[in-house]
């Protein structure tokens, strides 16, 4: 009996040494797939960096060439004023959360007005 109960501990601490070994095998898998992720991830967050500043550029060219300096204040309200017409606020509803007049809101939104409607021009103009 006492072999039987010595064999069957032998064998059970050898069964426990193979899932350890096992587990740090599956472990170390895991952290690589974990690391690859991240590596993906960095280098998709640089591109994104890369790609911004190339816009910020484009931008600051864009401007220079064309002769318009605009303060970040005028920048920011600019854009928050398209920002609320591309997610289709009506210009009075602009002109309330902005506190201006609506004709200030159609004279900042007057190209991008037009740029929208020459395209449903083309959309439907085939009808």
């Known amino acids: 009996m006492g072999w039987i109960l010595a064999i069957l501990f032998a064998v059970s601490a050898v069964l426990f040494i193979m899932s350890m070994a096992k587990a740090r095998s599956h472990a170390k898998d895991e952290h690589r797939e974990v690391e690859m992720v991240h590596l993906s991830l960095m280098d998709e967050i640089n591109s994104l960096k890369d790609s911004i500043r190339n816009v910020e550029l484009d931008m ?54 037009a740029e929208k409607n020459e395209r449903s021009k083309v959309v439907g103009g085939n009808e």
């Open 60 to 113: 600051e060219i864009l401007e220079k060439e064309s002769g318009i300096q605009l303060s970040m204040a005028e920048k920011q309200f600019k854009r928050e004023v398209l920002d609320l017409y591309r997610r289709n606020y009506s210009i009075e509803s602009i002109a309330g959360k902005k506190q201006v007049s609506v004709s200030q809101i159609q004279d900042i939104l007057a190209p991008y007005m």
